[in-house]
């Protein structure tokens, strides 16, 4: 058996995954594939894949393509959803904002820098025509910690997954006041750039495997409440969800890279841009 170390975020996304990690669809093509969930999120993983950690992740696109733009040393290998991801702007609930324009010149949670929360803030306030250099960040980790950031009134607000922070709104514990979908796909499946050189094989294995679940993966028989238990949503939340999102089988396109890639210059989040043939395998 080969054994392959993969990591992502503990959310919907990723449970075609789990199901053929149950399932036993790796092990029949000898593949020992153990799974990690990385609920710090992208900056996390991408500090991982830098210290080899891992050998694959599920990261957002344009955590990662900051970071291989950054000498981090990744390749991409297949775009995993294409559709975009939905970020819902959360303030404590019982908070005084009401709108996003309130939210100007205030102290935003992030998980880490170079995680999403940190780029699409980013993102977030250049389309408000706010002064990017003027956010104010607070590190906390994980959403738990986001939560006690805002009831402590030590962040203001906090971007997440529009979904996954649901049940935190429906608890009453956060109120969503804005959403703010990524211009591009959302999410790739990345390895290191010597795992995938060194192991072609294996990764086309993978890639077989995982295929072949998310191309069904919609028609798998009460596939919405399996999701909905699993992830502590309401079924007609994940009902939404599932018809929001598309996953992907094929490689993310020069021009979707080209895009994203553009955006973070624009955001002077990277200086020194890359080539599109040099960072895909």
Same mark, same amino acid.
């Given at each position: 058996m080969k054994t392959v170390r993969i990591i992502g975020v503990p959310e919907h996304f990723n449970l075609p995954w789990h199901l053929c990690i149950e399932n036993g669809e790796f092990d029949e093509t000898g593949i020992d594939l153990q799974w990690?969930?990385?609920?710090?999120?992208?900056?996390?993983?991408?500090?991982?894949?830098?210290?080899?950690?891992?050998?694959?992740?599920?990261i957002l696109s344009e955590g990662v393509i900051k970071d291989i733009a950054a000498n981090n040393p990744t390749s991409i290998i297949q775009e995993y959803v294409s559709s975009p991801l939905l970020w819902g702007i959360h303030v404590a609930h019982n908070s005084d904002f009401k709108? +996003?324009? #309130?939210?100007?010149? @205030?102290?935003?949670?992030?998980?880490?820098?170079?995680?999403? &929360?940190? /780029?699409?803030?980013?993102?977030?306030?250049?389309?408000?025509?706010?002064?990017?250099?003027?956010?104010?960040?607070?590190v906390v980790d994980t959403?738990?910690?986001?939560?006690?950031?805002?009831?402590n009134n030590e962040?203001?607000?906090?971007?997440?997954?529009?979904?996954?922070?649901?049940?935190? +709104?429906? #608890?009453?514990?956060? @109120?969503?006041?804005?959403?703010?979908?990524?211009?591009?796909? &959302?999410? /790739?499946l990345v390895g290191?750039?010597?795992?995938?050189?060194?192991?072609?094989?294996?990764?086309?294995?993978?890639?077989?495997?995982?295929?072949?679940?998310?191309?069904?993966?919609?028609?798998?028989?009460?596939?919405?409440?399996?999701?909905?238990?699993?992830?502590?949503?309401k079924l007609e939340d994940t009902q939404a969800w599932l018809s929001l999102t598309r996953w992907s089988q094929k490689q993310l396109s020069a021009n979707s890279f080209n895009k994203i890639q553009q955006h973070l210059i624009d955001l002077d989040l990277i200086n020194n841009p890359i080539n599109y043939n040099d960072s895909v395998l």
């Open positions: 990690t969930d990385i609920p710090e999120g992208t900056g996390k993983m991408c500090q991982m894949l830098r210290e080899n950690e891992t050998d694959l992740a599920i709108t +996003v324009k #309130d939210l100007q010149n @205030r102290k935003v949670a992030i998980s880490r820098y170079g995680s999403g &929360s940190h /780029l699409m803030a980013i993102v977030h306030a250049k389309q408000n025509n706010w002064d990017i250099n003027s956010l104010q960040f607070v959403i738990d910690k986001a939560v006690l950031a805002l009831q962040a203001d607000y906090f971007m997440w997954e529009r979904f996954m922070t649901q049940p935190l +709104v429906d #608890d009453k514990i956060f @109120r969503r006041i804005g959403e703010c979908p990524t211009p591009w796909p &959302s999410f /790739l290191t750039t010597q795992f995938i050189q060194e192991n072609r094989v294996t990764i086309d294995n993978i890639l077989d495997v995982i295929n072949n679940t998310t191309t069904e993966f919609k028609y798998i028989p009460s596939i919405d409440r399996t999701l909905s238990n699993r992830y502590n949503q």
